[in-house]
T-cell receptor, first 114, second 116 residues
Framework: AQSVTQPDIHITVSEGASLELRCNYS??????LFWYVQSPGQGLQLLLK??????LVQGIKGFEAEFKRSQSSFNLRKPSVHWSDAAEYFC????????????FGSGTRLSIRP | DADVTQTPRNRITKTGKRIMLECSQT?????MYWYRQDPGLGLRLIYY???????NKGEISDGYSVSRQAQAKFSLSLESAIPNQTALYFC???????????????FGPGTRLTVL
């Protein structure tokens, strides 16, 4: 079955510290992978996506993610977080078929300690 | 102006009432989606539409119906609302064509629905 697991429900990091949010997926083939961010009271915004090629992808707001096929992972990283990064982050997976739909993980809420 | 708008933004209703949530987009996308978000469950797909004449059930369509009035408009209805439909509802659009894999989705700001 296709699924996305975000094992951390809530993470708190200090402002200026590095961040890594975990994402593992289960899919029949190499999927398309996404990270979305949801700020309080807002809809979801795409941070970055992986379709093919270089397994380290850069996104907006200084985020990056690395696709590791052997680990079925697509972890999100940022070298130095800012207070404005406090939000909920969703990992998502989709297939190559044009009829495929996005499957979202349950989300990780990020809090920033001053 | 926002590319994907949802009305209303907040709604409180009673069990058994019929409710319609509306979504409009100015992005010119063919594909539109309705999701619900519940704490700890992420987003779950209710219905999706790849064009005006193509509407499909998602993973949790029971108790919901949709109408694609035009390319730019996609409405979600709760025929007889029940308390466990209390959730945050999101509309989204994407521009993936038939020969192109699923692309980025653009989300509206959400509608918070409370069923008493």
């Amino acid at each position: 079955a296709q699924s996305v697991t975000q094992p951390d429900i809530h993470i708190t990091v200090s402002e200026g510290a590095s961040l890594e949010l975990r994402c593992n997926y289960s899919y029949g083939a190499t999927p398309y992978l996404f990270w979305y961010v949801q700020s309080p009271g807002q809809g979801l915004q795409l941070l970055l996506k992986y379709f093919s090629g270089d397994t380290l992808v850069q996104g907006i707001k200084g985020f990056e993610a690395e696709f590791k096929r052997s680990q079925s992972s697509f972890n999100l990283r940022k070298p130095s977080v800012h207070w404005s990064d406090a939000a909920e982050y969703f990992c998502a997976v989709a297939g190559y078929s044009s009829a495929s739909k996005i499957i979202f993980g349950s989300g990780t809420r990020l809090s920033i300690r001053p | 102006d926002a590319d994907v708008t949802q009305t209303p933004r907040n709604r409180i209703t009673k069990t058994g009432k019929r409710i319609m949530l509306e979504c409009s987009q100015t992005k010119g996308h063919d594909r539109m989606y309705w999701y619900r978000q519940d704490p700890g469950l992420g987003l779950r797909l209710i219905y999706y539409s790849f064009d005006v004449k193509d509407i499909n059930k998602g993973e949790i369509s029971d108790g919901y119906s949709v109408s694609r009035q035009a390319q730019a408009k996609f409405s979600l209805s709760l025929e007889s609302a029940i308390p466990n439909q209390t959730a945050l509802y999101f509309c989204a659009t994407s521009d993936a064509g038939q020969s192109v894999p699923l692309g980025e989705q653009f989300f509206g700001p959400g509608t918070r629905l409370t069923v008493l």
